[in-house]
C-alpha cells in the first residue's frame, strides 16, 4: 500500500503524518489521542504539553497491556471450554 501524508490534528498542534493506512483510521487513532490528552490535562496541574503526552503515553500503554492481558485471558478460558466440550463429545461418541 502507498504512504501518503495525512493531516491531524492533537492537543492544538497541527501534524503532517505519513501513513499505509486509511485517512479514516489515522484521524481515528489521532482523535483518540488528542481525547486522552485533553482528559490527561483536565485531570493534572500540568500545562507542559510533553509532560501531558507522555502522561498520555503512559495511560495508553496501561491501557493496551491491560487489554493483552484481558485477551489472553479470554483465549485461555475459550480453549479450556473447547478441551471440555472434546473430552465431552469422546466421551459420548466413544
Not at 486509511?22 to 490535562?41: C, H, I, L, R, T
Not at 493496551?64 to 466421551?91: C, G, H, M, P, S
Amino acid at each position: 500500500m502507498v504512504k501518503r501524508n495525512i493531516e491531524v490534528e492533537i492537543f492544538g498542534q497541527r501534524y503532517s503524518i505519513k501513513s499505509e493506512f486509511s485517512e479514516e483510521q489515522v484521524k481515528q487513532v489521532a482523535a483518540y489521542v488528542d481525547g486522552k490528552m485533553q482528559e490527561v490535562a483536565e485531570n493534572t496541574k500540568s500545562v507542559d504539553s510533553l509532560h501531558i503526552a507522555i502522561l498520555t503515553a503512559l495511560n495508553i500503554a496501561q491501557q493496551y497491556l491491560q487489554e493483552k492481558v484481558n485477551k489472553e485471558e479470554l483465549l485461555q478460558r475459550i480453549q479450556d471450554k473447547a478441551d471440555r466440550l472434546e473430552e465431552f463429545i469422546t466421551l459420548k461418541m466413544g
